[in-house]
Structures are given as structure tokens and as C-alpha cells.
């Protein structure tokens, strides 16, 4: 029997050590939605609705596949939901709702 | 329905008529606004913090650094306890984080890395670049610390310790670098122009900024 | 200007501690990272578990162990983290780097053993 318990107890942030591409010097230009972000997360840990660690949590728990497609900070975007969710603060119908009002707000005018 | 101008309330507009948010950036700005609707913050809250994060930088760091070239009780104030040396210099920490400034001498090199995550000494530095925070810096700076630094042109002598810090827990570094030579006449002003970023990271060392000609610019 | 120095009570030689509260290690001391493996939030990367190292600073004060945290236990017995050196050479077979590098990482109380 094949053993890949390495899949769950070897977190995917887990990187110490582990093969990697070469090392490149890359940065880029925080978009200002990236910044909201993180002020966002920093609000949530001041406030005691989601501390800085359980965040963490949330995004190793979205599993490699998620962290390798998502950027950095989408990752947290879609961690907020889920512990958000589990605390019952909001609920999944509740954004899917704002959601689809907020993308509403960008749609080109009918012509 | 026109995507008009209104103010987000998070110190952007929109309705540039070509912008479209992606399904993150939508997913965030609706969580904030639920959140903001429930009363659980408020759009302040927010914008505040956003100013934070801006007042943040490595001038801050450098502030730091400078003061402990000229001021050898500081150095060794910082050295014991960052937090508090920091307090001094009126760089407030961030809420349960402890710091401790490495100091560089003639037979220790360090730098800073979080394998697990990206942290990072935010109050005195800002936000960590993008490679700080990529695989190949996290998986390759804590089993191959030298070919990282000669990846920054940076070479540490063999009778050199290089020593890595790992972030794991709510302790932050800050690297001091050396004082680099024919700094003896700089003002603490000067001082701390010489002190970049990647110094404090402890990836790069600060060259001497006297030239071949004398000049010190 | 004196530096405000966070002061706890095992600061105090004569006072009377609480149960679990005092240092179970010192600076100095020979720990080994202990060997398991959680499934779930962890913070103590797989690539030390196992390996020797010093005792170089206790940080104060006592905290959560922050892998309870990341479930949102925020309260609870508080216990202390260690600052650890250990040399590169104990976690890398065939480190090509000098000798004398070394590794300096914060490790929880509830994963070091005395070595």
C-alpha cells in the first residue's frame, strides 16, 4: 500500500529545504487591492475576529493545488471566506449575494 | 446600471470606465463591506490601517540602524531588547510581536527567513517583497544560505558564520549591518541613507560609499 | 533613558511560581526537536524535527503555542519558546557551506526534549 500520508502531514508552506526553481529577485508593484488586503487581515487580527495565525491556517488548509494557482494575497481573499463561514459571522449566501452586487457595479452600461 | 464614480470608502474610487476588479479582489471588497455592515468594523478601520501600512518602510529600519552606529548604549539597549529600543525612536511595534535585532560583526553574517510563511519585521521595514515571500528563497536561504547571498552578490568569507534566523513564532529580526568604512564624518542622516533594505534582511552588506576619488556622494 | 524592559515573574529570584510556570529549559541546554508528525497547522517545519541543538535565549514572556492559536485557542496554558541554534551541518548531509553556519529558530516548549 502506497504510503502518501506525506499529503496531509507535510504542509504545502512547509518549504524548508525542499527542492525548489533557482532563487530570482522578483517584485512587483502592490496593487491597491492587495493593500486593502492586508489592512483588511490587520483590522481582523486588532479586532479579534480572525487572528493572524488562524489566517495561516486557512490558506495552508486550502491545500497545494489552491496555493500553487492562487496569488498571495487571493489566497487570503478565499481564507477570510472560509473562516469567516466557520465562525458564523457571515454565510456563504450572504457573499455570494454582495458578491454578484459588487461585480455588478463594473458592468459596462447596456448600450 | 453605469459603473458611476463613488468613493469606496477605502480611500479609492471606481468607475474608471476600463477597470474591472478580479473574483478576488471582488471577494475581498465584499467581505469588507459585509463586515463594515454588521458593525463588526468600520470603513475607517480600514483606511486607517491602510495609512499604517504606508507609514511603514525600511527608513524606519534605517532610523534604527544609524542610531546604533553612533550611539554605542543604544546599540546595546537594541541588541537586548528591539522592541523597547525601537519605542525610543517613537516605532511602535506591532501587538504581540517581540523583536530581536542580529547584529553583524567580523565573525557573524545573518539573514532573516520564514520558511512556513512570510514573516516579516513590518514595523520597522513595511511589507517584504515578492521573493521574500516565493518558494525558492524560503526552501533554498535555510540549507544554502551562501549561494542565496552570491545570488545578491554577496560573498561571506569561509571563517565567517552565516546564520540564518527562521521566523516561526511572534519574534521579528531586524539584521544591523556593519558600519561600512570612511563613514567616521556622516551625520546620522547620512548614515541612515546607507541603509537599504536588502541590508536589514541581511542579504546584501552596505558597501563603503567613499569612491577611489575621495568623494563621498 | 532606561529601556522598558518587559519584566515576568520569573524575573523575581524569591517569588513563588505557579504550577508549569517557571523555565523548563535554560539558555545553554542540549534539546533535540522532538519527531511526530500533525496533521493539520503546524509550526515546526519538518526539516529540524530530530536534530540537536542549543538552548540560546528563552523568550519572554510565556505565550500560546500559536499551532493552537491557528484553530482560534487564544487562551490556555501558556508555556515558553525557545530561541534554538543549530549548526547547518546537523541538518544537511554533505553541507558544502563552512562549518561553522548555523540555524537559530524559535521552537515551541511542548517540541523540545532535553538531549
Redesign the interface.
Known amino acids: 500500500m502506497k504510503a502518501n500520508?506525506n499529503l496531509?502531514?507535510?504542509?504545502p508552506?512547509?518549504?524548508?529545504?525542499?527542492?525548489?526553481?533557482?532563487?530570482?529577485?522578483?517584485?512587483?508593484e502592490?496593487l491597491?487591492?492587495e493593500?486593502?488586503?492586508?489592512?483588511?487581515a490587520?483590522?481582523?487580527d486588532?479586532?479579534?475576529?480572525v487572528?493572524t495565525?488562524?489566517k495561516?491556517?486557512a490558506?495552508?488548509a486550502l491545500g497545494s493545488d489552491l496555493i500553487g494557482k492562487?496569488?498571495?494575497?487571493?489566497r487570503?481573499?478565499?481564507g477570510?471566506?472560509t473562516l469567516?463561514f466557520a465562525?458564523g459571522?457571515?454565510s456563504p449566501g450572504?457573499?455570494a449575494r454582495?458578491?454578484a452586487?459588487?461585480?455588478?457595479?463594473?458592468?459596462?452600461?447596456a448600450s | 446600471m453605469s459603473a458611476h464614480m463613488h468613493d469606496e470608502g477605502y480611500g479609492t474610487t471606481v468607475g474608471r470606465g476600463d477597470y474591472t476588479p478580479g473574483y478576488y479582489e471582488i471577494m475581498e471588497r465584499s467581505i469588507a463591506e459585509l463586515l463594515v455592515e454588521k458593525g463588526r468594523i468600520s470603513a475607517d478601520d480600514i483606511r486607517r490601517q491602510i495609512e499604517v501600512l504606508d507609514s511603514r518602510n525600511p527608513a524606519l529600519g534605517a532610523r534604527v540602524v544609524a542610531r546604533a552606529w553612533v550611539d554605542p548604549e543604544f546599540r546595546a539597549r537594541l541588541l537586548a531588547n528591539g522592541r523597547a529600543a525601537c519605542e525610543e525612536l517613537g516605532i511602535t511595534s506591532y501587538e504581540d510581536t517581540e523583536l530581536i535585532v542580529l547584529e553583524n560583526t567580523e565573525r557573524v553574517h545573518n539573514l532573516m527567513v520564514c520558511t512556513l510563511c512570510s514573516c516579516y519585521p513590518r514595523a520597522v521595514m513595511g511589507l517584504p517583497p515578492d521573493w521574500y515571500k516565493l518558494k525558492p528563497y524560503r526552501a533554498r536561504a535555510v540549507k544554502e544560505p551562501r549561494a542565496v547571498l552570491a545570488e545578491f552578490g554577496t560573498i561571506i568569507p569561509e571563517d565567517v558564520e552565516v546564520r540564518v534566523s527562521d521566523a516561526t513564532a511572534h519574534v521579528r529580526f531586524l539584521v544591523l549591518p556593519r558600519r561600512p568604512a570612511g563613514t567616521e564624518s556622516f551625520t546620522e542622516e547620512q548614515l541612515a541613507a546607507l541603509v537599504t533594505r536588502d541590508a536589514m534582511i541581511g542579504v546584501t552588506t552596505i558597501k563603503s560609499p567613499v569612491s577611489a576619488g575621495g568623494s563621498t556622494r | 533613558m532606561a529601556s522598558v524592559a518587559k519584566t515576568t515573574v520569573a524575573e523575581f529570584p524569591r517569588a513563588v511560581l505557579a504550577r508549569g510556570e517557571g523555565r523548563v529549559f535554560s539558555a545553554g541546554d542540549q534539546v533535540r526537536v522532538s519527531v511526530r508528525f500533525p496533521v493539520g497547522h503546524y509550526r515546526v517545519p519538518r526539516y529540524i524535527r530530530g536534530k540537536r541543538g542549543t538552548v540560546e535565549a528563552v523568550i519572554e514572556p510565556r505565550v500560546v503555542n500559536n499551532e493552537e492559536e491557528g484553530y482560534g485557542r487564544n487562551a490556555g496554558d501558556k508555556q515558553h519558546y525557545y530561541r534554538i541554534a543549530i549548526p547547518l551541518t546537523e541538518l544537511w548531509p554533505g553541507y558544502a557551506g563552512s562549518r561553522k553556519d548555523g540555524l537559530r529558530i524559535e521552537v515551541h516548549e511542548s517540541w523540545l526534549e532535553r538531549s
Not at chain 1, 492562487?70 to 487571493?74: D, F, K, M, P, R
Request: net charge negative; glycine share 2%.
Open positions: 500520508n496531509v502531514d507535510w504542509l508552506n512547509d518549504l524548508g529545504g525542499v527542492e525548489s526553481d533557482r532563487f530570482q529577485r522578483v517584485d512587483h502592490m491597491p487591492w493593500k486593502r488586503c492586508h489592512a483588511l490587520d483590522v481582523l486588532q479586532h479579534k475576529i487572528s495565525e488562524e495561516r491556517r490558506v495552508e492562487l496569488s498571495y494575497y487571493e487570503w481573499a478565499v477570510f471566506a469567516l465562525k459571522v457571515i450572504e457573499l454582495k458578491m452586487e459588487v461585480a455588478s457595479r463594473f458592468e459596462p452600461e
